[in-house]
């Protein structure tokens, strides 16, 4: 019943995100995949990536053969595309071939399955679609954001940044400083952060062909959740980041007159009384909170109990990411606070929800919901004083997610299952 509602309400959802895009003259996400049934797909390793996740419910044969199968139709329309002279410009040569298989699983779910079987296959099928269609989604949704948010709050994130120091600022500068070596593997990290995020999921859900079921959490309900809610916080608090609103020459936009001024990385913002600016009908809102530190927080959260490789790996891609966002001016330091605390809050939740809900899980998201609720009217209202009083604001930012951190570790160590204790035999008594 539960996964029969997850799949009604994502289907739902997606038919409304369809006919908003067409209210705008583009194609929605429902299109947008069918394409790639045939075109060249814009993420090929993201398709990959999918197929792989919805093995996790096949044996090692299985597995195989349906490796050999998209290969083999990747390899089949490449030569097609080849002698036809079809050159492919907009997307990746490959990719075809997994959404094929994905498909193909999911009717031999509903014509060769029954019972158990059926449903296990028909999880694995959906897991699969669902982060493919959450790509889709996503870029919708930022659409819709650009469309409908005419007016940006940049202004006021700037000026509260000032509390942290301006780090997209000093960390721009850095990246510029590291050459394009720097650029680069900050920019693959940055990009490929939903192949981290399948790594971290395949080890987490490796025994699912052998135990014939999924675990009760994983990394990808929290990947979905906070791609479902996250963009709507972009309509309640739309910001652009600063190589948008602040950016110039290499680092900008070239978007003429929307910049507030060409300042970033080389100069910070100066302290003026904010205001929301309008800015153009393309840039995506997307900034408030940083969903990329929020991915990248739950990737962290999830590879904790991996090896040492994996955490270690986790631990990379966090630092690596949140390195990125600010390198590269796609976010302020105060949407990376906000992010983090937002991870938090949903995985509290989440967890809350799976063990059944009780006092301490109430209030760890509570606690986490209200923090988060906290900087946003911070960040909009007292933005001035912060930025007048950084030495009282900033540590007070860094204390508020503490305070978050500090909840989520406490409580979810009292939530782990504490191991039994190991019964001492009855010394015997001595013979006579």
Request: charged share 10%.
């Amino acid at each position: 019943m539960l996964w029969a509602t997850a799949c009604v309400a994502a289907l739902g959802f997606l038919v409304a995100l369809e006919i908003a895009a067409r209210h705008y003259g583009l194609p929605g996400p429902v299109t947008n995949q069918a394409r790639e049934v045939i075109f060249p797909p814009k993420s090929g390793f993201l398709l990959y990536a999918s197929m792989a996740l919805m093995m996790v419910v096949l044996t090692w044969r299985q597995r195989l053969v349906a490796a050999g199968v998209a290969i083999g139709i990747d390899l089949a329309i490449f030569t097609v595309r080849w002698a036809l002279g079809i050159e492919v410009t907009d997307g990746h040569p490959f990719g075809n071939g997994a959404l094929w298989v994905i498909l193909g699983y999911a009717v031999v779910a509903v014509t060769r399955r029954t019972g158990r079987e059926r449903l296990l296959l028909l999880q694995g099928v959906g897991l699969a679609m669902l982060l493919v269609a959450g790509r889709k989604t996503g870029d919708t949704f930022l659409l819709i954001t650009s469309k409908t948010r005419p007016a940006v709050l940049d202004q006021y994130v700037a000026t509260a940044d000032h509390a942290l120091g301006n780090p997209s600022w000093l960390v721009g500068e850095l990246v510029k400083a590291t050459g394009p070596v720097g650029s680069h593997v900050l920019d693959y990290v940055y990009i490929q952060l939903p192949i981290a995020a399948v790594v971290v999921t395949l080890y987490q859900l490796r025994h699912v062909a052998v135990e014939r079921r999924f675990p009760d959490h994983h990394l990808v309900r929290t990947f979905l959740v906070i791609g479902l809610v996250g963009p709507l916080v972009y309509l309640v608090f739309p910001v652009v980041g600063p190589v948008f609103a602040y950016g110039s020459g290499a680092f900008g936009t070239g978007g003429g007159h929307w910049p507030v001024a060409h300042l970033w990385p080389h100069t910070p913002p100066p302290l003026t009384a904010p205001h929301p600016m309008r800015f153009d009908a393309i840039t995506p809102r997307n900034c408030m909170p940083s969903l990329h530190t929020a991915w990248a927080t739950a990737i962290f959260i999830h590879s904790r109990k991996g090896p040492r490789v994996l955490r270690f790996a986790g631990a990379f891609w966090l630092i690596a990411t949140l390195g990125a966002t600010l390198g590269f001016g796609y976010h302020y330091g105060a949407d990376l606070v906000a992010g983090a605390v937002f991870t938090l809050t949903i995985e509290a939740a989440l967890r809350s929800h799976g063990r059944g809900w009780d006092r301490s899980g109430i209030q760890l998201v509570a606690h986490g919901a209200t923090v988060f609720t906290a900087l946003l009217l911070s960040y909009r209202y007292l933005s001035s004083p912060m930025a007048e009083h950084p030495w009282m604001f900033g540590p007070l930012l860094l204390l508020a997610l503490a305070s978050v951190i500090h909840g989520y570790l406490r409580t979810t160590k009292q939530w782990a299952p504490q191991p039994a204790p190991v019964p001492q035999p009855e010394p015997q008594p001595e013979p006579a």
